[in-house]
T-cell receptor, first 116, second 115 residues
Framework: GAVVSQHPSWVICKSGTSVKIECRSL??????MFWYRQFPKQSLMLMAT?????????EQGVEKDKFLINHASLTLSTLTVTSAHPEDSSFYIC????????????FGPGTRLTVL | DQQVKQNSPSLSVQEGRISILNCDYT??????FLWYKKYPAEGPTFLIS?????DKNEDGRFTVFLNKSAKHLSLHIVPSQPGDSAVYFC??????????????FGAGTRLAVHP
């Protein structure tokens, strides 16, 4: 149980285009989903927290108009990187926390974004 | 400001021996700590956790020790196996259980277990 999927697993796009990444909890309902990004050899940095049916809460320094988050259902959250630039190239990971339970978050496999 | 620090970027251990991964934190509000294991190009997987009311939690070959006064925790793996080779992240949060919580991650320690 507690499986989280991400799609796509990798994407290459041209600078200026937008990319949408999906995060799904496959076998549980996730009230809260988190989006992280990880640069090489660095820690996972929380970008935003999304709660189903409400606006996402962004961490300091993360542009909400650039990284659009939609948590439309208890099993799906999407992250759209708008007008992507090469500096947005990174490994994006989502996690989901079940509607009940403690602090445990279940992570997706990540999406490698490369912006040319 | 790094609130969770893993000062050793890498660790090499012989198979069968003990692996000790260390983690320090600065925020005294943290009261729940987790260890995650991550393989390349995959998301982290939960390994073991400990709350601040305990100083030790054991699960099979994995034991986490918490020293609140020193704001230090460690993960012990014994005996170490080649399949344990991965990056290990320490994470902490404030607010347990069930409340809003944000996980703050350390930078990770790459463990290599060699035969």
């Amino acid at each position: 149980g507690a499986v989280v999927s991400q799609h796509p697993s990798w994407v290459i796009c041209k600078s200026g285009t937008s990319v949408k990444i999906e995060c799904r909890s496959l076998d549980f309902q996730a009230t809260t989903m988190f989006w992280y990004r990880q640069f090489p050899k660095q820690s996972l940095m929380l970008m935003a927290t999304s709660n189903e049916g409400s606006k996402a809460t962004y961490e300091q320094g993360v542009e909400k108009d650039k990284f659009l988050i939609n948590h439309a259902s208890l099993t799906l959250s999407t992250l759209t990187v708008t007008s992507a630039h090469p500096e947005d190239s990174s490994f994006y990971i989502c996690s989901a926390r079940a509607s009940s339970g403690y602090n445990e978050q279940f992570f997706g496999p990540g999406t490698r974004l490369t912006v040319l | 400001d790094q609130q969770v620090k893993q000062n050793s970027p890498s660790l090499s251990v012989q198979e069968g021996r003990i692996s000790i991964l260390n983690c320090d934190y600065t925020n005294s509000m943290f009261d729940y700590f987790l260890w995650y294991k991550k393989y390349p190009a995959e998301g982290p997987t939960f390994l073991i956790s400990i709350s601040s009311i305990k100083d030790k939690n054991e699960d099979g070959r994995f034991t986490v020790f918490l020293n609140k006064s020193a704001k230090h925790l460690s993960l012990h793996i014994v005996p170490s196996q080649p399949g344990d080779s991965a990056v290990y992240f320490c994470a902490a949060s404030a607010g347990f259980p069930g409340g809003y919580n944000k996980l703050i991650f350390g930078a990770g320690t790459r463990l290599a277990v060699h035969p």
